[in-house]
């Protein structure tokens, strides 16, 4: 079945370090790739996704490229800031899209020290 | 503003006891999902309902049940059948053109008294 496996946390920056979260995934066909973030007490919220190999997903400055050949789609930002500090989540929906739910990683705590 | 509410916050659960979680979508969403949340565990899909009057079971549906009589709720029930409900719930829906990008509630925290 479809899996994915993120970097265990938490992973402890200091503020305006770079930031990568590593995510590998495996699935039959041609899923679609998110990344969702989740602040304390809260849902989940999409940060970016990535439909097709070699889309590149964007927003408020990080960013993550499907790569088929790697199967990886890695998170990163230049430039982190306090208030990314929140849990983030690694999804998949396969070929047939996502209508029975989304396959989830682990989950990323990520802590920005000032 | 559209989007979706889950009540209570906060629930316990006392031994023996079905708790319902509620989960209402203003979204005009036709797909709806109920996850489980444990610390470590990432999110694993309990039900979910593609149309009115329809659910499948997910992964773990095993001491729940769900319902889908209405468009906009979904309620889920925790049944004494559960023995280990501790946890934090997520609903979640999705359109159907797009059924991958889901949108999420606040969560319920339950907890076992």
């Known amino acids: 079945g479809d899996s994915v496996t993120q970097m265990e946390g938490p992973v402890t920056l200091s503020e305006e370090a770079f930031l990568t979260i590593n995510c590998t995934y495996t699935?039959?066909?041609?899923?679609?790739l998110f990344w969702y973030v989740q602040y304390p007490g809260e849902g989940l919220q999409l940060l970016l996704k990535a439909t097709k190999a070699d889309d590149k997903g964007s927003n408020k400055g990080f960013e993550a490229t499907y790569r088929k050949e790697t199967t990886s789609f890695h998170l990163e930002k230049g430039s982190v800031q306090v208030s990314d500090s929140a849990v983030y989540f690694c999804a998949l929906s396969d070929t047939g899209g996502g209508a029975d739910g989304l396959t989830f990683g682990k989950g990323t705590h990520l802590i920005i020290q000032p | 503003d559209g989007g979706i509410t889950q009540s209570p916050k906060y629930l316990f659960r006392k031994e023996g006891q079905n708790v319902t979680l509620s989960c209402e979508q203003n979204l005009n969403h036709d797909a709806m999902y109920w996850y489980r949340q444990d610390p470590g565990q990432g999110l694993r899909l309990i039900y979910y309902?593609?149309?009115?009057?329809?659910?499948q079971k997910g992964d773990i549906a095993e001491g729940y049940s769900v319902s889908r009589e209405k468009k906009e709720s979904f309620p889920l029930t925790v049944t004494s059948a559960q023995k280990n409900p501790t946890a934090f719930y997520l609903c979640a829906s999705s359109t159907g053109l797009a059924k991958n990008i889901q949108y999420f509630g606040a969560g319920t925290r339950l907890s076992v008294l």
């Open positions: 309902s593609q149309i009115v009057n329809d659910f």
């Open positions: 699935a039959t066909g041609y899923p679609s």
